[in-house]
T-cell receptor, first 112, second 113 residues
Framework: DTAVSQTPKYLVTQMGNDKSIKCEQN?????MYWYKQDSKKFLKIMFS???????INETVPNRFSPKSPDKAHLNLHINSLELGDSAVYFC???????????FGPGTRLTVL | AQSVTQLGSHVSVSEGALVLLRCNYS??????LFWYVQYPNQGLQLLLK??????LVKGINGFEAEFKKSETSFHLTKPSAHMSDAAEYFC???????????FGTGTRLQVFP
């Protein structure tokens, strides 16, 4: 049983396009997150949602818009993709704020 | 602002040797501390966490870490390395009662036969 799943696993697209990454968790957790891992493996939080409410927004460009239709899903939509957006994006979830975070397998985004 | 420093971006050990991965944090109050492991092309898996209970924390796969407030350190150790331990290891800090994880830059562990 997959706890935190992401689709797609790989995403290759051209500059200027708009794309979405989906995340679902079946753990019954209240809080979900998006992290970006760059080419040097550095991980940085982008957003967190608690019960569909935005809690953290870490100086991420407005082109990135998270959407949480329900507690089990947190999608990431990216407009006007740029070369610098190429990275691995990880979704995570935790039962409550400050609890252990469980990570999805990641989505490798490549912008050409 | 809180931060985490991992000394050594690469660590190489022989199979059966001691593994020591270093992590120092900066925080005015004791934070929550975590070690995560990332195997190639996979997501992050929690190894262990410190949340102000026992200072010696035991995790999965034989790993453990000791919280030392006087040294602001949370080093990860394993007495005997296995080939399967080869991976990227991340130390992370979470300010108390927040849900923000701040990661170190990672340490790649190589294990030689």
């Amino acid at each position: 049983d997959t706890a935190v799943s992401q689709t797609p696993k790989y995403l290759v697209t051209q500059m200027g396009n708009d794309k979405s990454i989906k995340c679902e968790q079946n753990l019954g957790h209240d809080t979900m997150y998006w992290y970006k891992q760059d080419s040097k493996k550095f991980l940085k939080i982008m957003f967190s949602y608690n019960n569909k409410e935005l809690i953290i927004n870490e100086t991420v460009p407005n082109r990135f818009s998270p959407k949480s239709p329900d507690k089990a899903h947190l999608n990431l939509h990216i407009n006007s993709l740029e070369l610098g957006d190429s990275a691995v994006y990880f979704c995570a979830s935790s039962l409550r704020t400050a609890d252990t975070q469980y990570f999805g397998p990641g989505t490798r985004l490549t912008v050409l | 602002a809180q931060s985490v420093t991992q000394l050594g971006s690469h660590v190489s050990v022989s199979e059966g040797a001691l593994v020591l991965l270093r992590c120092n944090y900066s925080s005015s109050v004791p934070p929550y501390l975590f070690w995560y492991v990332q195997y190639p092309n996979q997501g992050l898996q929690l190894l262990l966490k410190y949340t102000s209970a026992a200072t010696l924390v035991k995790g999965i796969n034989g790993f453990e870490a000791e919280f030392k407030k006087s040294e602001t350190s949370f080093h990860l150790t394993k007495p005997s390395a296995h080939m399967s331990d080869a991976a990227e290891y991340f130390c992370a800090v979470s300010p108390t009662n927040t849900d923000k994880l701040i990661f170190g830059t990672g340490t790649r562990l190589q294990v030689f036969p």
